[in-house]
């Protein structure tokens, strides 16, 4: 008998039995509808993942630190012992750890190493304040601008390197500075103010080496002045979608300014040139084999180095684990489904042993009718994945502008993100896992005796 006969017999059969077709599929229908969303859902997140990492970090640079406290492996069920040396930085939940910081001879190293390109400090500055002429104070934090950064602009252009005097300014401080819009902002004026910080080695000399009586020359030496700087904004950067938690309110000018306003604060302090971490530009970098050879070379010397895969495995993580447990709910619905799909094959085998007694009598070999039952699993198992598969996408296509609009993802992102080849792939599979659980009926329908089948009433 031919395949194509016996695929449309099987067809027939199922339309005989209508609802407990649709049962059954609509079983196996749930699975599919998780599956699918669960996929959609990796897609999308995957895609933000992305798109996160290409506008805000350069896959040639490596993050380079001192010290495993940096990357959130600092131990905290136990007391650190205090270093001069260390600076400080508060982290996980609040607790207070100790960062080992680099020094501009740990920059010297860096930049020697074979294959290191180039190499910047990694500085932020949190600033006293920023304001303009009859407006207010706010704080903020300045952040030297990374030109692999692809932020928005609303208004104005963003010139790459970024020019000395030039800020970058976020959205949300156009109308508090006054400014009509992100257009007229352009051009103007901001000024930028950090705190001198004491110059803790000149007060204790003056100390140490006594008879100073000039209480004026001690309280000259521990003044704590306000330094203000002025910039132009360059740019008006909207609101981003894309940026790394916590720096949608940063400012952002060139390297050697925010320097600058580093130094002026931590001069004569212990943080003076030293930094937590530095970014350091790898020589064809893209090439995965240079970029691990030099993160090596760097982890020989005792620095501790975080790529950008590092980096993007590190995002997914989270987000990897609740995949993996909506996955697991939908297989245990898939295969709860399964147990639907032999007791409906079992049941058609009681219902029609007549019928397969007379096929068989008929000549029908024992191959043609186990594959006949095995197509009619086949067919309950398309039916539910093309019921869970549509229903998703529907109600995915349906959601997804609202949800966009709730999690504030911004134009371009999509939670859900439905391919093709993935849902033709999870209908397919679908279709094996039936296939298999109508084996043993197929096997039971096959091995009927045709003189005892007839007989049965």
Known sequence: MRVTDILRRSGRNLKQAKGRTILTALAIAVGAFALTLTLAASNGAQHYVNKVIADNFDPAELIVTHDQNFIGRADTSKPQEYDTSFGTSTSNAGAVTQVKRLTDEDIAKIKATPGVESVREGVTVNVLYVTRPGQKKYVGTVDAFNPAQNPEVLAGQITKPLNSGTILMPEGYISALGFSSAQDAIGKHVTIAVRKSVDQTALITALQQGGTTDLSQLRQLSDTTIVEQDFIIGAVLKKPTTSQPGTELYMYVNADDAAKLNDISTKGTNDYHKYIFVYARVKDGSNETKLVAVQDALKAQGYITQSVKDTEKFLTQIITVLQGIVVAFGTIAVIASLF??????????????????????????????????????????????????????LTGTALNPWITTKLSLGAGNSLLIFKLPQIIGLMIILIIVAILAGLFPARKAAKLDPIEALRTE
């Not at 058609?348 to 000549?363: C, D, H, P, W, Y």
């Open 340 to 393: 639907g799909i032999i007791n409906t094959m079992y049941i058609s085998i009681l219902q029609r042993t007549r019928e397969i007694g007379l096929m068989k009598a008929l000549g029908m070999r024992k191959k043609d009718v186990g594959r006949l039952f095995r197509f009619e699993a086949a067919w309950i198992g398309f039916l539910g994945g093309l019921i869970g598969c549509l229903a998703a996408f």
